[in-house]
């Protein structure tokens, strides 16, 4: 775990979200083929951050001292965990990638609001080149995510091993539902889900938001008995962060 990286990135947010951001709406019509590109590259994303997560507690589990000691983005913290983990991990990683296509259904990177953070070392969301590059920012970004959750998990769990795996799990079936949730949310145009489709304001379909995704939140706790408060909210908040980048932000130049 990059300790200053995770520092310096989420300080950063936190000037962000206090200053206020520079994006501007970003509402598609329901059909709209930008409106259909965004939804595939949720759902992609969601399937690719649970792929991730479920490879970094196999990883976890070969250890045995409890800490976050597997690596995701090229800073390998000082393990316990034995090589041929090490190793298992770089291959289910590559299998997580080989499945992330975000062009499948389109490349109109600027018809969906320019997602992601090229350039995370600037304030705000600058704009990737294209949809290639978007790929590659949200496979870091996804990457730093589940390291900077990893820290979070350590720290509500205080090193136990026993608690650290048992909560990852509970972790990765919360996810799903809570994904989905934001999914039928955000792509919601009738009022049943959410309503978040009808505009950019986040009140909808972030906690507790519209009465619906309440509801469906509600549910994805019980996905998840006795999942510890703390890691749910910091959860729910690095979900919902990126899920707000894709929906409701146009961060075009």
């Known amino acids: 775990m990059k300790i200053k990286k995770v520092t310096m990135r989420i300080a950063l947010a936190a000037v962000v979200m206090l200053v206020g951001g520079t994006a501007m709406a970003l509402v598609l019509a329901k059909g709209d083929p930008a409106q259909k590109l965004r939804?595939?590259?949720?759902?992609?994303?969601?399937?690719?951050?649970?792929?991730?997560?479920?490879?970094?507690?196999?990883?976890?589990?070969?250890?045995?001292?409890?800490?976050?000691?597997?690596?995701?983005?090229?800073?390998?913290?000082?393990?316990?965990?034995?090589?041929?983990?090490?190793?298992?991990?770089?291959?289910?990683?590559?299998?997580?990638?080989?499945?992330?296509?975000?062009?499948?259904?389109?490349?109109?990177?600027?018809?969906?609001?320019?997602?992601?953070?090229?350039?995370?070392?600037?304030?705000?969301?600058q704009a990737c080149a294209n949809m290639a590059a978007y790929q590659t920012d949200a496979i870091d970004n996804t990457y730093f995510q589940i390291e900077a959750l990893g820290a979070i998990l350590n720290g509500?769990?205080?090193?136990?091993?026993?608690?650290?795996?048992?909560?990852?799990?509970?972790?990765?079936?919360?996810?799903?539902?809570?994904?989905?949730?934001?999914?039928?949310?955000?792509?919601?145009?009738?009022?049943?889900?959410?309503?978040?489709?009808?505009?950019?304001?986040?009140?909808h379909c972030e906690a507790p938001g519209d009465m619906n995704f309440a509801a469906c939140l509600a549910k994805a706790d019980s996905k998840a008995p006795g999942i510890i408060a703390g890691f749910k909210t910091g959860l729910l908040n690095a979900i919902s962060d990126g899920r707000d980048d894709l929906y409701n932000e146009d961060d075009c130049p």
């Open 39 to 125: 939804k595939n590259i949720d759902k992609q994303t969601a399937k690719f951050a649970i792929c991730v997560g479920k490879a970094a507690l196999e990883c976890e589990a070969a250890g045995m001292s409890g800490l976050p000691e597997c690596d995701l983005d090229g800073n390998p913290p000082a393990s316990t965990v034995p090589q041929a983990a090490i190793d298992e991990l770089a291959a289910d990683l590559a299998k997580c990638v080989s499945k992330l296509d975000l062009s499948k259904k389109g490349t109109d990177y600027t018809g969906i609001g320019c997602p992601g953070d090229c350039d995370p070392m600037t304030g705000g969301d």
């Open 156 to 203: 509500v769990c205080g090193g136990d091993m026993a608690c650290t795996l048992e909560q990852g799990d509970l972790g990765v079936k919360y996810a799903k539902a809570a994904f989905k949730c934001i999914t039928k949310c955000e792509n919601d145009y009738k009022d049943k889900k959410g309503n978040g489709g009808n505009d950019d304001l986040t009140t």
